[in-house]
């Protein structure tokens, strides 16, 4: 029997800045990937044919209060404006494990909910930020990357976008 690893302690830095003590909350972009239904002729039933991702990949990231440099780059034009890193440590109660997590995220704010304003009352502050660059390392070992604008797919160290690159002469 072996019990789960859970997120012990994390944090979230923001183009370099470190939320320590600050960030609430972080809810990871959910990784998809858009699945058409495919019946060609002679086949006695469907089976689905990767398009690419699905939709956009957004994290969202909540602050226990003000936080000013989150302004700094809000309503760029760069879809890479702000670079956020969420390090975490997941662990076992079994064991004496722990497992370093690092995700890497490039993108823009696109929402700042500065949340109700009530003096003497908690304050949070939730940001939306949408992606074009997704990292995920697990102990030292990069096992999702993916760089939408430069076509870039890696999982486990193996470029599944290569061989198109390559046929489009990119």
């Given at each position: 029997?072996?019990?789960?690893?859970?997120?012990?302690?994390?944090?979230?830095?923001?183009?370099?800045?470190?939320?320590?003590?600050?960030?609430?909350?972080?809810?990871l972009p959910t990784l998809t990937r858009k699945i058409e239904e495919w019946r060609g002729g002679g086949m006695d039933g469907t089976v689905g044919i990767d398009m690419g991702q699905d939709g956009l990949m957004t994290c969202q990231w909540t602050v226990?209060?003000?936080?000013?440099?989150?302004?700094?780059?809000?309503?760029?034009?760069?879809?890479?404006?702000?670079?956020?890193?969420?390090?975490g440590s997941y662990e076992r109660d079994d064991v004496d494990e722990v497992v370093a997590v690092e995700v890497v995220m490039r993108g823009r704010h696109t929402e700042i909910d500065m949340g109700?304003?009530?003096?003497?009352?908690?304050?949070?502050?939730?940001?939306?930020?949408?992606?074009?660059?997704?990292?995920?390392?697990?102990?030292?070992?990069?096992?999702?990357?993916?760089?939408?604008?430069?076509?870039?797919f890696k999982v486990n160290g193996t470029d599944r976008l290569a061989k198109r690159?390559?046929?489009?002469?990119?």
């Open positions: 029997m072996a019990l789960p690893k859970k997120l012990k302690g994390m944090n979230l830095f923001g183009n370099g800045d470190s939320y320590q003590g600050q960030v609430q909350s972080v809810t226990g209060g003000l936080i000013e440099s989150i302004f700094d780059n809000f309503g760029s034009s760069r879809l890479d404006a702000d670079l956020l890193r969420m390090t109700d304003a009530q003096s003497g009352e908690n304050t949070e502050h939730s940001i939306t930020t949408t992606l074009s660059y997704y990292k995920l390392v697990i102990d030292g070992r990069t096992v999702i990357e993916n760089d939408i604008p430069n076509g870039v690159r390559r046929a489009l002469g990119t």
